[in-house]
């Protein structure tokens, strides 16, 4: 009975760590065992970075909330307190982008709910 050989499959995998490591700087885009390495770190860089991402974006949501505020005379602790005072349910992600694309828009939404 013949042995096994395993060209083949060493080569694919050679090949599919190779694409994976495409644009990596320096020996990590060309050679195998720097770049297991290089992709196992990036693998778990990007695991959690996609759960510090959400962190992330509604701290940028309050801030640009807190810009459109400030101007208006009030501040982003207030005016969140009075829109869930007036009852009205718009998420950070939207009012930021209606603060950034429509002003006018926001400011009614600020008339509004300081109102109450």
Do not use: C
């Not at 060309?30 to 959690?48: E, T």
């Not at 505020?69 to 009852?87: D, E, I, Q, T, W």
């Amino acid at each position: 009975m013949p042995r096994v050989k395993r060209g083949k499959t060493h080569l694919k995998r050679r090949k599919n760590i190779m694409a994976q490591t495409k644009g990596y700087m320096w020996g990590r885009k060309s050679k195998l065992k720097l770049a297991k390495v290089a992709i196992l770190k990036a693998g778990k860089n990007a695991y959690r970075d996609r759960r510090l991402k959400k962190r992330d974006m509604r701290g940028l949501w309050q801030t640009r909330i807190s810009a459109a505020v400030r101007p208006l005379g009030s501040s982003y602790s207030k005016f969140m307190g009075n829109l869930k005072k007036a009852g009205i349910t718009i998420d950070r992600k939207i009012l930021s982008q209606i603060a950034n694309s429509h002003p006018e828009a926001f400011k009614m939404i600020f008339e509004a709910a300081s109102k109450q």
